[in-house]
């Protein structure tokens, strides 16, 4: 008999494009070899160009959608991605405080990728204090990290490196850090994972032209989805990563926004490839 797959619980948004949030989390975990669990945090307005309006859910239903698979399955890692208000991350910090040995993958969604604020301050300090001391990895990119570790308005958030930032945020808390660098001015992309002794990895890759929609959802399941499949942090890392630069090498532009990353490109690779091979072997006249 087959091994059941392994179960990530992700706690996001709907959207409704699904580019992003929970339909991006559940692309991804089941694309690599997950079950995937959804519970709505909140529900969004949004295409692939931006998004228009958040409505948060009540933190209570936030509570009972997720207690009632946690007491019917055994859950592999915690995901997490946009929460929509304070109540929220305060109800999750809760619920997997109760879980303390399953893995916490957090995406620090603060805005999107037009720019739209998807994060208030008080909400940042909610992560800050409750979810980061329990989180295994934060995957923030590098507008994400200076916003988490700015102390008070006058610090100047553009000017601050990088790796001061990894070191702020492991001393909230969690165990490991990786800062992406896609919106970085360099020719490349490079990611850095930090954990307490200093930098584990760094990964450098081609960067794709054009933008995409989902980028930071996906990169954090695909990590979820490792450690559930077993992997330690810092290859599942790897893997991730590799996933995700597939997936947005083989994105599609669906509408007049962002791209979409191609979350099962190598299910279409693999139909290519047999087409190719039926091909070859056709009799010929």
């Known amino acids: 008999m087959l091994q059941p797959p392994p179960i990530v619980l992700s706690f996001s948004a709907n959207d409704s494009s699904g580019g992003a949030g929970i339909q991006a989390d559940t692309l991804t975990l089941a694309s690599m070899g997950c079950h995937p669990l959804s519970v709505i945090t909140a529900v969004t307005v949004q295409d692939t160009v931006g ?55 957090l995406d620090p969604v603060l805005s999107s990728g037009r720019g739209d604020e998807l994060a208030s301050e008080d909400m940042i300090l909610a992560m800050r204090e409750l979810l980061l001391p329990q989180t295994t990895i934060i995957t923030p990119n590098s507008i994400e990290a200076r916003r988490l570790v700015q102390q008070d308005e006058a610090e100047d958030a553009d000017e601050l490196d990088l790796g001061q930032c990894g070191e702020r945020i ?52 695909a990590i979820a989805a490792t450690i559930a499949n077993g992997l330690p942090v810092s290859d599942g890392v790897y893997e991730a990563q590799e996933y995700t630069w597939q997936a947005l090498k083989s994105g599609f532009h669906p509408g007049m926004g962002q791209y979409l990353p191609d979350r099962l490109f190598w299910a279409r690779n693999e139909h290519d490839s047999t087409e190719e091979d039926e091909l070859d072997v056709a009799p010929k006249d």
């Open 170 to 221: 492991l001393h909230m808390g969690c165990e490991y850090v990786l800062i992406t660098g896609a919106h970085e001015n360099t020719r490349q992309v490079t990611n850095t994972l930090y954990t307490g002794s200093g930098i584990v990895r760094s990964d450098v890759w081609q960067r794709l032209t054009g933008s995409y929609h989902g980028s930071g959802c996906t990169l954090a399941s």
């Open 51 to 105: 998004v228009d309006d958040v409505m948060a859910l009540d933190s209570g239903w936030v509570a009972d959608q997720a207690r009632a698979v946690l007491e019917d399955m055994p859950v592999h890692v915690f995901k997490i991605g946009m929460l929509g208000s304070v109540e929220n991350i305060a109800t999750i910090a809760e619920i997997v405080s109760d879980y303390p040995d399953i893995p916490v993958v």
